[in-house]
């Protein structure tokens, strides 16, 4: 995950799904997974009412044997405070010309993640699941 800068979101409402791609930097400590959108987005709009959403990071290859991602499940929810600070600086670090805009970040913490790695065999899938009712970081 920290190898990549790029996520698939997914969202949805009214049964009716929606995908968009963002920029991220994720915060392993927290196992936080930051990005920034604005309020006029569909997704935005979107997860403010739905805040399970559902994500993909890849590996782009043409390589059967190289070929690696991740999807993942979790909650999404516009972050605040202490932790805002430590996702901004953290973000910053990532991506020096975000110091240009004014951000609104958003974390997900993801509760599902299934990896694909072929270098470990075709096919090869390892699977993370948060079976605890976790609830979201709110440092």
């Not at 403010?48 to 782009?60: F, H, M």
């Not at 044997?65 to 996702?87: E, P, S, V």
């Not at 913490?109 to 096919?123: A, R, V």
């Amino acid at each position: 995950m920290h190898k990549h800068h790029v996520f698939t979101l997914a969202t949805c409402s009214n049964n009716k799904p929606y995908t968009c791609s963002c920029f991220y930097v994720y915060m392993e400590e927290h196992n936080c997974i930051i990005f920034t959108s604005g309020s006029g987005t569909r997704h935005v709009s979107e997860l403010e009412t739905q805040p399970q959403v559902a994500g993909a990071i890849a590996l782009e290859t043409m390589i059967v044997g190289r070929i690696q991602g991740i999807q993942f499940t979790g909650d999404c929810y516009l972050l605040q405070g202490a932790f805002l600070a430590k996702a901004k600086e953290a973000y910053h670090k990532h991506f020096p010309v975000s110091l240009l805009m004014d951000l609104t970040l958003w974390g997900i913490t993801p509760d599902f993640i299934k990896m694909t790695h072929n270098s470990l065999g075709f096919g090869n899938k390892l699977v993370w699941e948060n079976r605890k009712n976790q609830q979201k970081n709110t440092y």
